[in-house]
């Protein structure tokens, strides 16, 4: 009996090292040469990031503006019509007779 | 009069076939490994996910699981450059082979299926993990 428990024992020990092989490495003292956590996590992550910003980029990205229209001019009134508006003005007392006068000779001038 | 096998020799021997098996592949922690990273998924703590083959990572093409040195490496920049992390943790599972470890700050572990070589590798930090799915295959010649 005691020897069969004995071998029980060795049984035991054996299945429970073979199940739990545990390898323990000396630390790095330098970042330099780091894989999994370094350089492969460093290359990973600036690729995603990368990638990131530019999907988010292309998802924010701001409409184009439309193109402003340019306003037409609105068409020169005619000689007529700005002398009406002069008769109006010096009427009104808005102008001085002077300038009535240059501004008259003006219109029928062509400026 | 036959005696009755004991339970724990017979589990013993199905230990001993099921080792055997496993050998015959070469991933069962005899030999080293060589492998090929396919795929990577990474994501952020905001919820963002990438994915891609591992050549759009610039990701070394092979890694090699180094059992005797207790190490995973690989070669970068044309082969000039040597990085390595060192193996902390190894064990098999009923068709796993398990290896894990602790470098910068991140969490790693490799599971490699001991029939068929696939390979899944997890790298877990602060605010970021990522996976990488591969194969592995044994290197002939290079048992321990």
Redesign the interface.
Known sequence: MKE?NG??LS?VAC?AS???????????AD?A?????????S???S???R??QAEEAQAYRPAPQPVQQVQAQPAKPSKERQLQELDRLAAGGYITPQEYKERRKAVLEGY | MRRKL?I?HA??LG?IAIATGASAAGFD?SANLICAANN?V?C?KSS?C?Q?EAS?????VF?YVDFKG?????R?EGDA????????????SNTQLILQ??????G?GISIDQTGGRMT?T?S?ES?S?M?FGACTSIKGDKQ
Not at chain 1, 33 to 41: D, I, P, Q
Not at chain 2, 56 to 60: A, N
Request: no cysteine.
């Open positions: 069969r071998v029980l049984m299945a073979a199940g739990l092989l545990t390898f323990s490495a000396p630390a790095r970042g040469g780091w894989f999994l956590g370094g350089m492969v996590t290359r990973v992550l690729n995603a990031e990638r990131t | 004991p724990f589990l013993a230990s922690g990577v990474a952020t963002v990438v891609g759009t990572f610039d990701l070394p890694m207790k190490v995973v490496k690989a970068t450059k040597q990085v390595e992390s060192p193996i902390k943790n190894f064990q098999k470890g602790i470098e910068n700050g991140h790693w590798t790298v930090g970021s990522f990488i």
